[in-house]
């Protein structure tokens, strides 16, 4: 899969591609649908599959701060790519310029013009151009006019609801890891990498691998059965906690802190992925670093009587 950043590095697709759009926040089972639609019509038509994402995501561009967290960042999103039978991740500046395109201005320079498109796959819910102007009749409409195909998913669904990045983002705020992993085919995880903290951890017994977030905030906070996986081949278990530390310092920078059982190694540097298993409690403020201390016995405890009876 080649990961092409901007238009400039676009070499022109002669013959045309098979197109997709979205954020695919979360790549979860829905988003994968659309992919296996799209992949069966690029080997129909042996043309190119293309997936087209942007950054920063449209909301964020829009909202800032206050636009919905994400479930994965760009290089997240990135490595699950890179699993899937895709031949180009498509990444576009999410800019001025591109917001003030107009529905008509997108399909014709961007669509028709730059990408050549022979087949779009899109969402039931896809809008685009200033002021969500365009939509699938639109591009139905279009598609007609200059001469390629649109297909609209279906919606797709899972235990009974329709699978979105809403919906997973609602799950894993509710801490509900089981059913976000039904939506999503796999655990929910966050990869980064080893950093140094303040080593306070050590200081009441419980070391920590701290993971590097840059994020502004997560779709999930408190703490949690995890497994690390990036450090030999087989995954760690360990306890997580995800927030901003309240009993330490109570600044408002999000952290993600890890300590693994049985686990003696200098891990610094390594780029690893932290899995949530399951929800222990939420992430509270203590009197004190020794009541921390306890709460911290009681919550390993848990954790490890979670491993001793899960199948996973």
Do not use: W
């Not at 598609?143 to 919906?167: A, C, D, H, K, W």
């Not at 990498?193 to 691998?209: C, D, E, L, S």
């Not at 600044?251 to 802190?257: C, N, Q, R, V």
Request: net charge positive; aromatic share 8%; charged share 25%.
């Amino acid at each position: 899969m080649r990961v092409i950043r901007g238009l400039t590095d676009l070499k022109p697709l002669k013959k045309g591609c098979v197109l997709t759009i979205g954020n695919f926040d979360g790549l979860h089972l829905g988003h994968q649908v659309v992919i296996d639609k799209l992949v069966k019509q690029g080997q129909r038509l042996t043309l190119p599959v293309v997936v087209l994402i942007f950054e920063p995501q449209p909301l964020e561009y829009f909202l800032g701060d206050n636009a919905p967290s994400r479930l994965m960042r760009l290089r997240e999103k990135v490595l699950q790519f890179t699993q899937l039978p895709i031949d180009d991740l498509l990444i576009l500046p999410f800019n001025r310029r591109l917001a003030d395109y107009d529905a008509h201005t997108f399909i014709q320079t961007l669509l028709v013009e730059t990408l050549n498109v022979k087949y779009l796959v899109i969402g039931d819910d896809f809008h685009f151009g200033k002021a969500r102007q365009g939509n699938f009749a639109l591009l139905k409409e279009k598609g007609r006019e200059l001469g390629f195909e649109v297909e609209n998913t279906q919606p797709y669904q899972q235990v009974g609801m329709r699978i979105s990045s809403t919906l997973i983002r609602d799950t894993l705020g509710k801490g509900d890891l089981k059913l976000a992993k039904q939506l999503l085919g796999r655990d929910y995880s966050i990869c980064g990498r080893i950093v140094h903290g303040h080593k306070r951890g050590r200081t009441i017994g419980f070391p920590t691998a701290n993971i590097a977030l840059f994020r502004k905030n997560t779709p999930i906070s408190g703490v949690f059965a995890i497994t690390l996986s990036g450090i030999g081949e087989n995954e760690i278990q360990g306890i997580a906690n995800v927030g901003t530390r309240p009993t330490i310092n109570g600044g408002s920078k999000i952290i993600l802190e890890t300590h693994l059982f049985d686990f003696n190694q200098e891990i610094y540097g390594a780029y690893v992925n932290v899995h949530f298993k399951k929800k222990i409690r939420n992430e509270q403020r203590f009197e004190s670093l020794n009541h921390l201390k306890q709460q911290i016995k009681h919550d390993v405890i848990r954790v490890k009587q979670f491993f001793e009876n899960s199948d996973d």
